[in-house]
C-alpha cells in the first residue's frame, strides 16, 4: 500500500464547503485587521489636514506604526496558537 496513492484517499464530505469556510473567515480577519491599522495609525500620524501628499514625517510615521501593528498581531496570533 503507498500512503500517498490518491486512489486511497478518503472522501469527507463537507470537507470543502469547510475549507472555504476558513478561507472566508481569514480574509474578513484580514480586511478587519486592514481597517483597524489603518484607523490607528491616521489617527496617531496625520494630525493636520492632508495635502496631496504626505510629508516625510506623515510617511514615517504610517510606515513605522503600520510595522509595529503588523508585528503585535503576527505576537499575539502566535501566543494564541500556543
Do not use: H
Not at 25 to 50: F, R, Y
Not at 56 to 75: K, P, V
Request: with cysteine.
Amino acid at each position: 500500500m503507498n500512503f500517498f496513492d490518491s486512489s486511497e484517499y478518503i472522501y469527507v464530505p463537507g470537507y470543502r464547503e469547510l475549507f472555504r469556510g476558513q478561507q472566508e473567515k481569514q480574509k474578513a480577519m484580514v480586511n478587519e485587521m486592514i481597517g483597524k491599522l489603518t484607523n490607528v495609525c491616521w489617527d496617531k500620524c496625520i494630525t493636520s489636514t492632508p495635502g496631496s501628499k504626505f510629508s516625510s514625517s506623515e510617511t514615517n510615521c504610517l510606515t513605522n506604526c503600520a510595522q509595529r501593528y503588523m508585528d503585535m498581531s503576527l505576537l499575539i496570533m502566535k501566543r494564541l496558537q500556543q
